[in-house]
C-alpha cells in the first residue's frame, strides 16, 4: 500500500519568507512525485513533479522541492513567498502498488498556506 | 487552448433527484478521473476510466454513476442514493496510467443540496 502525509495542515509565513511544506511518502515500489496548488474555488494546477530523474526538481513560481529516498521525503520550498502563493497545496504519489498492474495515485490531505503581509 | 472542461460549475440539487456533471477533455488523454473533495479530507477517487467503454470504481463509488461513451467524455451522475453529495467535484485525465504521467484537472463543479 501507498500513503502520503502532509505533516502541516495550516502553514503560516510572512511576505518575503521562505516556504517549507511538508510532505512524507510511503510506498513499496518506485514512486513518482508531484505537487499541485489550489486556489480558492478552482481546479489543481501542476507545480512540479519527481520522476526518477535529478533529485532536486525545479517548478513554476520559484518553487522547488527535493526527493529524499533515505527519509522517504518530498518537501516544497520557495526561498521567499509572495501574496499570491496563499492557496492549497497537495503531495500526490503514484506508483504501482503491488509492482504491476495499473499505477495509482494517492493525495495528501492538503496544507493550506497563507501568506502575511 | 487544450484543457479540461467542466460543467456547470454550480449546480443546486432537490432531495431524490439525480443530477449529472459533464467533463469534456481535448487533451487527447486516454484515462479520465472523478473526484471529491471535501474541506480537510482532500481528494478521493470516485471513478475512473482508462479506456472507452470502460470504468472502474474508485474509493467512494457509492451512489454515483459514470459513461465513458467517447474518449473526450466522461460525465458524472450524482443519484438519489447519495446521501451526502454537498461537495466540490474535481474531473481530471492523464495520458495512461503509468509513473510520470502528469494528471490534469478541470475547474471543479460545486453542488449542493438544497
Known amino acids: 500500500a501507498q500513503s502520503v502525509t502532509q505533516l502541516d495542515s495550516h502553514v503560516s509565513v510572512s511576505e518575503g519568507t521562505p516556504v517549507l511544506l511538508r510532505c512524507n511518502y510511503s510506498s513499496s515500489y518506485s514512486p513518482s512525485l508531484f505537487w499541485y496548488v489550489q486556489h480558492p474555488n478552482k481546479g489543481l494546477q501542476l507545480l512540479l513533479k519527481y520522476t526518477s530523474a535529478a533529485t532536486l526538481v525545479k517548478g513554476i513560481n520559484g518553487f522547488e522541492a527535493e526527493f529524499k529516498k533515505s527519509e522517504t521525503s518530498f518537501h516544497l520550498t520557495k526561498p521567499s513567498a509572495h501574496m499570491s502563493d496563499a492557496a492549497e497545496y497537495f503531495c500526490?504519489?503514484?506508483?504501482?502498488?503491488?509492482?504491476?498492474?495499473?499505477?495509482?495515485?494517492?493525495f495528501g490531505k492538503g496544507t493550506k498556506l497563507s501568506v502575511i503581509p | 487552448d487544450g484543457g479540461i472542461t467542466q460543467s456547470p460549475k454550480y449546480l443546486f440539487r432537490k432531495e431524490g433527484q439525480n443530477v449529472t456533471l459533464s467533463c469534456e477533455q481535448n487533451?487527447?488523454?486516454?484515462?479520465m478521473y472523478w473526484y471529491r473533495q471535501d474541506p480537510g479530507q482532500g481528494l478521493r477517487l470516485i471513478y475512473y476510466?482508462?479506456?472507452?467503454?470502460?470504468?472502474q470504481k474508485g474509493d467512494i463509488a457509492e451512489g454515483y454513476s459514470v459513461s465513458r461513451e467517447k474518449k473526450e467524455s466522461f460525465p458524472l451522475t450524482v443519484t438519489s442514493a447519495q446521501k451526502n453529495p454537498t461537495a466540490f467535484y474535481l474531473c481530471a485525465s492523464s495520458r495512461i496510467t503509468q509513473a510520470g504521467n502528469t494528471i490534469y484537472f478541470g475547474e471543479g463543479s460545486w453542488l449542493t443540496v438544497v
Open positions: 500526490v504519489v503514484s506508483s504501482r502498488p503491488s509492482g504491476a498492474g495499473s499505477y495509482q495515485l494517492t
Open positions: 487533451l487527447n488523454h486516454d484515462a
Open positions: 476510466s482508462q479506456i472507452v467503454n470502460d470504468f
